[in-house]
């Protein structure tokens, strides 16, 4: 899922100057399931706004609503009406939401309450990594179903570099170094031979650097 | 020779080669470079210039390596991938070709995380493998790395690469090397080397693998500073191996300095004594001073002399150097001048007093001194005509930049790039269309396959003839011969495509719209014909052609539908003539049944073609099958019931299996097997066993409210009134709206706007309902909750390997037994249900064969009364099998099976559809993977009113609090939101998760407490739990844990 961290409360409260009105918004999907921008975090976020802003001795109206995910038309539909009400929208769905508000819904401001990071999986409560970086071009079937793209530093792919050690990235002892990783999973399988291979210079179109990506499925079209 | 640098020449030659390290400076100072260059000159073959170490941001490895150029010393120009990409790299690689560089070293590069700009994005386009080939490409088949031609001069380089032999996986590294040196190394250099036996085992495996060979290897050697270093570089340096004995030696030394240079010497002699060394590499870090003297003292002098031709330098330098010249020259001369002319000055004293004696002397004086003017004037001639000349290569310098190759260079390539993505975009959309055409075309191919399958598919269909009539609309699957396949052969492709165009049509031009009609009647058609429908297909198809006449699929299915059908009428006319000739009417009994089997299976047929037959209304054919089977058993009453009501000329009409469950349950004790003809009694009979039933069901209200009050004796459970006894909750007797006083409602109150689904469980008076809430789980003042959470107890279908004693004291008896142990929890401890895990099954356990898990399932099944939840190993194939042969057996009970996950949804939906059975739809604690699995049932054909959820649940402890949100946020959903397809009861397997926790198995200590009491709460805690986040039912094993659950839903209930 899309793992996303809270802005610091100051830089919100920044966005926040001289807004009479804000609707914080919050989204179920995957800033829901990381305790970023869910139901929880929606009524936090309002009660910090207006304990913030009756210290500085102003006034404000915060309202709150969560939408089942603001990457989808139809669930954005209400905001059409909804948000005419107020000054700003604060959203704290990841930036996809944000981009699709301000896209979708003309004559509402939206702002964002969140810092969208990576795409990751929840190691246990409270911990999530980054396992994929969405480069479009999917080395997984050759490297043990590891990323070395999004787990590597360098985003290596020819093996581990000078720096590994113990199974260690020099980068943070902290941080496996996965192209180890990798090697011992291929060795458990009998298969480190073929990292033997050289892996060729990558394409980076798919991942982004080819312009803005999109998907298209032609058969579910309207 | 590849560049012709002076390090080529001396590796091919053979002779033992030393190279150095110049680290250029933070600074634009380039006489710190010189003067590097200069102590370094005439020690070391080539020098490395290193690319911005350690990501410090430095002068340039390409600038300060024509500066050490320039002071005569050979640069081996270091290139990392952390900075440049591809564009900016090829870019250097041409420029320092151009300059007169001719060795590379590829490196991936220090992380900037080391550097001084931390913030800094990585470039890492490539990593030092790929930057190899692509130098190789440029300089050996004169193309970019792209593929374009280099037209007029490729870049001719020498090329290196790093190895470090310290790092880790160890094994790994020789292997690595050598791709390296497959990508197109010509010499290596390697990390520092303390630790010399590693890397003589590094070089061992090197030469095995032919690298030697291919390529020359310099060893990596660095003379300690301090002690403080040697100690920095082993613990913080990773991939440095520096050996407790080189740490004793610098600690035990009087001049440290010189036991670093002497330690270095020592290593340089001990790696020129390995195969494979081709030279060293001599990295003295911030100490260039050392180089000369650690190479003398290895007696690596004199290096063999380096031609290496002038550089030339940037307009700047050029200037200067002129400016020099001159100086330097005319400074020589106005000495030489003044000196000339003193002398004059002194010969003509000399000569006024010495007139006659020198006259001849004066002229020859005179005549040197006009002549040294003229080379005077000649020099300074030179000199300007230098001067001229120089002037005009800056002016062309400064042409040739003005020209601006670069812009022109990069529209090109901008061209390039757009068409390329247009075509690549346009081949991906008709890729994405090819593979959506061939999919739906891999599912008709199974269609046809299944259709192909008949006489296998025979023995299944059997089976299925009963079930068949369940499903409103195809009932009448003709039981007559091959031709009809069998259900739980269904290929999972038709209805699928029934499905997706419904659910997608919404907003669709008209044009879409007819499209999709024709997929629709095209599916619709396939289903039926593979129902065995073939006539009512052919209808479809033809509907379906109407609308299209072009449409290759709706023709190709029409022509499969007029074959079947012309198959089957051929086959009835077989069977009839078949059938005359046995003496009782009975085909020969097929192998592998006895005479007797087979009679009893061909009058269930008979009946179910009877049953066929008034469903179509057809009385002749329903008189005719039920007197033949009669014939056959006159005792069977199906077959009177059957007869009798064909006579009548009553034709039942069916609604929904829904339906069925309810106007059934009443009937259960009747028969074992359950005859079609029950299936849809008429209504009269109904009424009947209303009648009959109220005395039962008092006897129940009567029972229940004992177990729950507790102390009131029941004679056969004598466990159970011991573990209700102990839990009375006490129940608040005023209610919430009285508690709260003068709080406004609207302030509290949030009534839901959707309603859980109700799905009932189990046959009779037994049956339980769980679901129909509409509200939040026990918010009773909110809305309705018309059902109580039920409890059922889990059952395991063989011995388990350990069970912790709690568990043991209960059931040690019959733990081999499952019907017992099942009778137990029925008898003894009154439960609601039972659910009968079946762990002997798991393919990774005792792998139980499914028919003989099957036979002990219907034991168990036969043995209770109450419903039966049939829980699969988790298996998905293994549990398709297994609870296909169970249900096929059972035919008769409402049985409740799972877990049906997204592997196996398709053939147990298709199965339970059939049966009209609820089913346990798992999916791994995630909403929306929830959601999909109810869609996909749905569009199955499985209604939500026969879904359990499993969300798959954790213990106390055991991420509890994960499952307990994810419930919590469907059921908000499904009661708050209106999200429909979420609307279903949950299940929740309690039992399983706790009595695995390392919390249950623990014995007694002061600590933990009471093993038992521990176990108890855990369970019932975490059901507790579960309940609260809307579990409707739950699975559990310990009876008093149920006992103090009950307890809490009964005081909770009021």
């Known amino acids: 899922m899309i793992i996303a961290n809270q802005k610091p409360l100051g830089e919100i409260m920044d966005m926040l100057e001289g807004v009479r009105r804000v609707l914080v918004l919050g989204c179920r999907g995957c800033v829901a399931v990381c305790s970023a921008g869910g139901d929880k975090e929606v009524k936090i976020l309002a009660s910090a706004i207006r304990l913030g802003k009756g210290r500085k001795g102003e006034e404000i109206e915060v309202v709150e609503e969560t939408f089942v995910r603001q990457c989808d038309p139809e669930y954005l539909e209400p905001l059409q009406e909804m948000g005419k009400d107020f000054d700003l929208v604060l959203s704290m769905a990841c930036g996809v939401g944000v981009n699709f508000i301000a896209d979708r819904v003309p004559g509402v401001k939206v702002k964002p309450a969140l810092n969208t990071t990576f795409f990751g999986a929840n190691l246990s409560s409270g911990e999530w990594k980054e396992m994929c970086a969405g480069c479009g071009a999917c080395v997984l079937h050759l490297t043990g179903g590891l990323c070395p793209v999004a787990r590597c530093a360098k985003s290596l792919s020819n093996g581990p570099c000078g720096g590994s050690q113990g199974g260690r990235c020099e980068i943070d002892p902290e941080v496996p170094c996965i192209w180890h990783e990798i090697y011992e999973k291929l060795k458990g399988f009998n298969e480190e031979a073929s990292l033997e291979t050289i892996m060729p210079i990558r394409d980076w179109r798919p991942s982004g650097h080819g312009g803005p990506r999109k998907r298209i499925r032609e058969d579910l079209l309207p | ?1054």
């Open chain 2, 1 to 1054: 020779m590849i560049s012709g640098s002076n390090l080529e020449s001396i590796l091919t030659s053979g002779q033992f080669a030393v190279t150095g390290e110049l680290g250029p400076p933070k600074s634009g100072n380039r006489d710190i470079v010189r003067k590097k260059a200069r102590i370094l000159k005439g020690y070391v073959d080539a020098v490395n210039i290193t690319d911005c170490q350690t990501a410090i941001v430095r002068m340039s490895s390409l600038t300060a390596g024509l500066l050490a150029l320039s002071e005569g010393v050979e640069p081996v120009m270091q290139m990392t991938c952390r900075d440049r990409n591809r564009i900016g790299m090829q870019a250097d690689i041409l420029g320092a070709h151009a300059l007169g560089i001719k060795n590379l070293l590829c490196l991936t590069g220090d992380h900037q995380k080391f550097g001084n700009h931390p913030q800094a994005k990585g470039v890492f386009d490539m990593d030092s493998i790929q930057l190899l080939q692509m130098v190789k490409a440029m300089r050996d088949e004169r193309r970019f790395q792209c593929g374009e031609e280099i037209k007029g001069g490729e870049p001719r380089l020498f090329l290196g690469a790093a190895a470090n032999p310290f790092a880790d996986p160890f094994e790994y590294r020789p292997i690595r090397l050598k791709k390296k040196v497959d990508a197109g190394a010509n010499f290596v250099q390697t990390q520092i080397i303390y630790n010399v036996e590693k890397f003589k085992e590094f070089m061992k495996r090197c030469v095995d693998l032919g690298i030697t060979e291919r390529c020359y290897i310099l060893a990596g050697v660095t003379p300690p500073k301090s002690l403080g270093m040697a100690r920095y570089m082993k613990n913080f340096v990773p991939g440095l191996d520096v050996t407790d004995e080189v740490i004793g030696r610098l600690k035990d030394a009087k001049d440290v300095r010189e036991e670093g240079i002497n330690i270095a010497v020592d290593i340089i002699n001990e790696v020129r004594e390995i195969p494979g060394v081709a030279g060293v590499h001599v990295m003295a870090i911030e100490w260039e001073e050392a180089v000369p003297e650690i190479v003398k003292r290895a007696n690596l002098l004199p290096r063999p002399e380096a031609k290496i031709e002038p550089v030339l330098m940037g307009a700047q330098s050029i200037d200067e150097a002129v400016e020099q010249a001159r100086k330097e020259a005319e400074e020589r001369l106005q000495g030489e001048i003044s000196r000339y002319k003193e002398e004059v000055e002194a010969s003509k004293r000399q000569a006024e007093k010495e007139k006659e004696e020198s006259a001849r002397e004066i002229n020859a004086l005179k005549r040197e001194m006009a002549s040294k003017e003229d080379e005077l004037s000649e020099k300074e001639r030179r000199i300007q005509e230098l001067l001229d000349a120089l002037r005009a290569e800056k002016a062309k310098i400064v042409e040739l930049e003005s020209k601006g190759v670069v812009s022109t260079v990069s529209t090109v390539a901008g061209e390039v790039s757009e068409e390329t993505k247009v075509l690549e975009e346009d081949i991906v959309s008709r890729k994405q269309l090819d593979f959506a055409l061939r999919s739906m075309e891999a599912g008709l191919e199974a269609l046809k396959k299944v259709l192909g399958l008949e006489d296998e598919a025979f023995e299944a269909l059997k089976r299925f003839i009963e079930a068949e009539f369940v499903l409103k609309g195809e009932g009448p699957a003709v039981p007559t011969g091959p031709v009809t396949p069998p259900t739980e052969k269904r290929p999972p492709a038709p209805p699928e495509e029934v499905a997706q165009p419904v659910e997608a049509a919404g907003e669709e031009p008209e044009v879409h719209k007819r499209a999709k009609e024709v997929v629709n009647l095209v599916a619709k058609g396939n289903l039926l014909l593979h129902q065995g429908k073939a006539a009512e297909a052919l209808t479809e198809f033809k509907k379906a052609l109407e609308i299209d006449p072009e449409d290759e699929k709706a023709k190709a299915g029409l022509e499969e539908a007029q074959k079947a059908i012309s198959a089957k009428e051929t086959e009835e006319q077989k069977e009839e003539p078949r059938a005359e000739e046995t003496k009782e009417g009975i085909p020969p009994t097929p192998e592998g049944l006895t005479d007797e089997e087979w009679q009893r299976k061909w009058v269930i047929r008979l009946i179910a073609t009877g049953n066929c037959a008034l469903y179509e209304k057809d009385q002749d054919k329903a008189i005719s099958c039920f007197e033949q089977a009669l014939r056959l058993d006159p005792e069977n009453e199906k077959a009177k019931r059957g007869l009798e009501a064909a006579k009548k000329g009553e034709f039942p009409t069916y609604e929904s299996p829904r339906e069925e469950v309810v106007e059934e349950a009443p009937k259960k004790e009747e028969a074992e097997e359950r005859p079609v003809a029950e299936a849809a009694p008429p209504e009269e009979k109904v009424e009947e066993v209303k009648e009959a039933a109220p005395p039962q069901k008092e006897e129940v209200k009567e029972a229940k409210p004992k177990e729950e009050a507790g102390p009131a004796p029941a004679p056969k459970a004598a466990a159970a009134i011991e573990v209700s006894g102990e839990f009375e909750f006490k129940k608040e007797e005023t209610s919430l709206l009285d508690r709260i006083g003068s709080i406004p409602q609207d302030l509290f109150m949030e009534k839901a706007t959707g309603s859980i689904r109700e799905v009932v469980i189990g046959d009779g008076e037994k049956a339980i309902t769980v679901g129909g809430a509409s509200a939040l789980p026990f918010h009773l003042f909110e809305g309705e909750m018309p059902h109580a959470p039920k409890i059922a107890y889990d059952v395991l279908d063989s011995k388990p390997e350990e069970m912790p004693e709690p568990l043991l004291k209960y059931y040690e008896e019959c733990l081999d037994d499952p019907v017992k142990w099942a009778k137990k929890c029925e008898t003894e401890f009154n439960a609601q249900a039972i659910c009968l895990s079946l762990v002997s099954t798991d393919p990774n356990g005792l792998d139980r064969s499914s028919s003989e898990a099957a036979k002990l399932a219907k034991e168990v099944i036969d043995a209770v009364e109450c419903p039966v939840i049939l829980w699969g190993c988790g298996n998905a194939e293994k549990d398709t099998e297994t609870l296909r042969e169970i249900t096929a057996m059972v035919t008769d009970k409402k049985v409740c099976i799972g877990p049906l996950t997204d592997a196996n949804y398709r053939n147990l939906g298709a199965t339970a559809m059939a049966m009209g059975l609820p089913v346990v739809a798992s999916t791994p604690i995630d909403v929306n993977l929830a959601k999909q699995l109810n869609i996909l049932l749905e569009n199955l054909g499985l209604g939500l009113d026969h879904i359990l959820m499993d969300p798959s649940i954790g213990a106390v402890g055991y991420g509890l609090e994960y499952t307990y949100s994810v419930m919590e946020r469907i059921r908000l959903a499904a009661l708050m939101q209106q999200d429909e397809k979420l609307q279903a009861p949950f299940i929740c397997n309690v039992g399983r998760e706790v009595w695995k926790a390392k919390e249950v198995k623990l014995p007694t200590d002061e600590m933990l407490g009471d093993q038992e009491v521990r176990s108890i709460l855990l369970e019932a805690i975490t059901a507790a739990s579960l309940l609260f986040a809307g579990g409707e039912l739950v699975i559990m094993r310990h009876p008093r844990a149920v006992a103090l659950t009950n307890a809490l839903i009964q005081g909770l209930m009021g």
